[in-house]
C-alpha cells in the first residue's frame, strides 16, 4: 500500500533507540525525509546510517530553549515540517504511595511538557503545512495498571487528555493530533528485556493472564500504525487515542 508519504519532512524526538528509532526507519523506509533527536550526540551518531536518517539533533525536549535550537536547525535544513513525532517519555518512577513533589514535577516534564514544548514550537510551521502530529503515550494513561507508577500514569492520562482536547482548535486550521498507546514492548534495553532474563516465568504467566493475543509487542507494532496515522490515508482521524496492547486494556 501506497501510504503517500515520499518526501514529507518528519522530525522524530527520542529516537535513538526502541519505538523512537523504528518509527524514524519505518518513516524513512516510507520514503519520509527524517531527522532524529535524542540527548546523546554519540547515540545519534550510531544510529543515522542505519536508519537513513538525513539529520540528527541533540536537544532536551523537556527544556523550551533546547526546542526552538531543534525547530532552528530542522526548518534550517528542511524548510518546513510534515510530520512530527512526539516519542520522548519514561516509565521510571517511585513506588506507589512515595510520591512527591519533585518526583510529581520530574515525571511530568519528561511525560508531558515534552511534547507540549516541541508542539508550542512547532506550532505555527504545522499549521502553514497542514501537519500531523503523533504522541506515543501509554495505556497507564487509559486504565489503572497494577504496579504501574501512579506519577507515570498520571502524566500519560494527562497527555491522553491534551491530544482529545487540542484536535479541536488544531483542526480549525488543518492540523491533525492522534496519540497510540502502547503496550507491553519489547526491545534490547527495554524493561521487559530486563524481566525476561531474570523473571521469564512470571513474564509467561503476566501474558497467559492478561494479554489475550499472548505475547509482547515489538516496535514495529506501534511505527506501522504511526505511519498510517502519518499518511493522507488517515486524513478523517484526528483526537483519537489508540491502543496497541494485545488486547490488555479491559475498558
Do not use: H
Amino acid at each position: 500500500m501506497d501510504l503517500k508519504l515520499k518526501e514529507k519532512k518528519a522530525l522524530v524526538t527520542g529516537s535513538s533507540r526502541g519505538i523512537g528509532k523504528e518509527i524514524a526507519k519505518s518513516l524513512s523506509e516510507e520514503g519520509c525525509r527524517v531527522a532524529i533527536n535524542s540527548r546523546n550526540q554519540e547515540q545519534l551518531n550510531c544510529i543515522q546510517k542505519e536508519i537513513k536518517s538525513e539529520l540528527s539533533i541533540v536537544g532536551d525536549v523537556t527544556n523550551l530553549k533546547d526546542c526552538e535550537k531543534i525547530s532552528k536547525e530542522f526548518l534550517d535544513f528542511f524548510g518546513s515540517i510534515d510530520i512530527l513525532i512526539c516519542n520522548v517519555g519514561s516509565g521510571k518512577s517511585v513506588n506507589p504511595g512515595t510520591e512527591t513533589s519533585e518526583e510529581w514535577q520530574k515525571v511530568m516534564n519528561v511525560n508531558f511538557q515534552s511534547t507540549t514544548n516541541i508542539i508550542q514550537i512547532f506550532k505555527e510551521d504545522l499549521i502553514k503545512s497542514k501537519g500531523t502530529i503523533i504522541c506515543i503515550s501509554s495505556i497507564c494513561g487509559v486504565e489503572t495498571i497494577l504496579g504501574a507508577p501512579v506519577t507515570y500514569s498520571v502524566s500519560k492520562s494527562a497527555l491522553n487528555a491534551y491530544v482529545n482536547s487540542i484536535s479541536r482548535p488544531f483542526g480549525k486550521n488543518g492540523v491533525r493530533i492522534n496519540a497510540i498507546t502502547p503496550g507491553n514492548i519489547l526491545f534490547e534495553g527495554s524493561t521487559w528485556s530486563d524481566k525476561i532474563k531474570s523473571n521469564p516465568s512470571s513474564v509467561n504467566k503476566m501474558l497467559e493472564e492478561e494479554v489475550p493475543l499472548g505475547r509482547l509487542g515489538n516496535p514495529q507494532d506501534i511505527s506501522s500504525l504511526v505511519c498510517f496515522l502519518a499518511s493522507p490515508l488517515s486524513s478523517f482521524i484526528t483526537g483519537s487515542i489508540f491502543n496497541v496492547d494485545g488486547g490488555q486494556l479491559r475498558s
